[in-house]
């Protein structure tokens, strides 16, 4: 029932892309795990790296993915990726209890149980007979998991269950914990959910069609992956530290900035003609 | 591309009745290992309450996928006015009305559970009622065309005539009648899947957190935001995966595509199974 629509051949090939996003993210994971459990807070940062790079993986997953024609759109993968995703690392930050380190690892491989399930409906059981689509499902659940992991790195500097569900107060010398002023407990989680899966289905839906490239959509990748990091880097000050909000902010801005200009240069690239409009026109002239 | 699936071949709408035969079997396992957990007391509550939450997210799941194919989704061919339905996919259409379905369940959650399924079904219905008026107005008084279906001669609740209004070209165009009574049954179902499955998450952390030490200062906030978070994230899944079921658009309850529906139903099943299962042990005693 399918038929596949060739979208750009060029460059790096799907498996490659998928191990560099896949290792920078569980790298940058790890630092920032490693750092939270040293009790450093100022490597938060490393969160929205990791998220940059598993929307990176997972740009290529929906690309791939999409060039089957599911029917429904690609926002409704991101959509589907994060659903998934959240379950799993919501789960994996429960098994913190074990270790903090096994946090980022547990999360990929629950989500990619979940993913193999969901996918296995999809082909078998809806009877969508798209042969990628068991392993896109699975690695979009891995995907959104990783990325919903980083982004809550850069808001709360942790991944454990305990300290995204509460918060700890020292008042008048004893120790309290709040959970409703928690990430979790306060809501917050919803909006990293929607922050990262609208930047994991955003950058293909805007660039597919003819002239589509693989340099010019991982470039609004990671533009979207900052701007998203921008908005936990603000949130983040009300869990880190003030200085490591600031480092987070001033981290997630550069980014942005860096890969909106360098998106904007291969926009004009890729463009067959361009007009330097101006808002108001000169009455003059 | 979702131009060329919108054309799906002719075995689509085809039951797969191995498949769905270990889907149920994988369910009612996903279903025996929450009774088997609760037995041995890694979760709360004792051995029938963690399989009595896992079966209301299901029920929830399946309701929410029934509700899917009553939604008349237009897709983009409905934002140019060449096919019926309102002009978006069904992820977003069927978050909507869940999630204002969901909204409207969580505001009455501690007025009962009949009070807070209802609040859930009417705010869901009450959404796609609101969104299917002001996608009629805005199709007829400003595209200027009329609501015409392109799948059956005859609306089958009015009994108004169609093929005459519909364009040429065209697989018909605007909301009829048939396909907004079926968006507001869709958002009914939806609201009421989606509140089903988060009130069976509240109870479910609230029995859960006393075993967990999480008590005092906002321990009930939490357990909003974790019931939330997850039904609103399992709704996505069901959704998305009905949205596969009918591969992106249908028209409503008389479109030929609503007859997979015992498909999706069967996939919700499952999906809400490893999904609601994973949910649960969140707050596992470990």
Known sequence: MSVKVEASHDGIPH??????????????????????????????????????????????????????????????????????GVIAMLFAAKLAVISPFIVPIAGLIIALIVGLILGWITNSVLNMKIPVMTR?????????????????VVATGHVTFAE???????????????????????????????????????????????????????????????????????????????????????????GWYWSYKKYF?????????????????DAEE | MSAIAAKPGANAGAFQPVASVIAIILAIIFIGVAYFLGNSGILAGGAMLPAQTLV????????????VHFVPVGGAPAAMGQSPGIATGVAMLATGAGLAGLFGGAWAASLGFGVALAGGAIGGGLMMAITCLMVNISYVYGMGIPAASGKVEKDPITGDSQAAYKSQG??????????????????????????????ELLDFYNASFPALNIAGEGASALAVGLAGIFAIGMFLVIAVLS?????????GPHDPKFKRFPRAIVAAICASGICGLVALLVVAIL
């Open chain 1, 136 to 152: 896109s499902i699975a690695e979009l659940a891995a995907v959104g998991c990783l990325a919903l992991m980083g982004l809550t």
């Open chain 2, 243 to 251: 949205a596969y079921n009918i591969t992106g658009t249908i028209e």
């Open chain 1, 164 to 254: 995204i569900t509460s918060i700890n107060f020292e008042f008048l010398g004893v120790s309290m914990n709040f959970y409703d002023v928690s990430y979790i407990g306060a809501g917050i989680i919803a909006v990293s959910f929607m922050l990262g899966a609208i930047a994991l289905q955003h950058p293909f839906n805007a660039c597919l069609g003819p002239g589509e490239n693989q340099d010019r959509i991982n470039m609004l990748t990671i533009e979207c992956g900052f701007l998203s990091m921008i908005v936990m880097a603000v949130i983040s000050f009300a869990f880190v530290n003030s200085i490591a909000a600031w480092i987070s902010l001033i981290i997630a801005l550069i």
């Open chain 1, 265 to 281: 240069a291969l926009s004009k690239r890729d463009a067959a003609a361009w007009l330097d409009a101006k808002p108001f026109s």
């Open chain 2, 56 to 67: 209301g997210i299901i029920v929830g799941a399946a309701l929410i996928a029934f509700g």
């Open chain 2, 170 to 199: 065209t697989e018909g165009h605007g909301l009829p009648f048939i396909s907004y009574v079926g968006g507001v049954i869709g958002g009914l179902f939806g609201g009421l899947g989606g509140t089903l499955i988060y009130i």
């Open chain 1, 15 to 84: 498996n490659k892309v998928m191990g560099m996003g896949l290792i920078l993210a569980l790298v940058s994971l790890y630092i920032a795990v490693a750092a939270s459990y040293a009790g450093i807070q100022y490597l938060a940062f490393f969160g929205g790296i990791a998220a940059v790079g598993a929307l990176i993986w997972g740009n290529s997953t929906i690309k791939k993915l999409c060039s089957y024609g599911i029917g429904t759109g690609v926002p409704s993968a991101g959509m589907l990726a994060f659903g998934s």
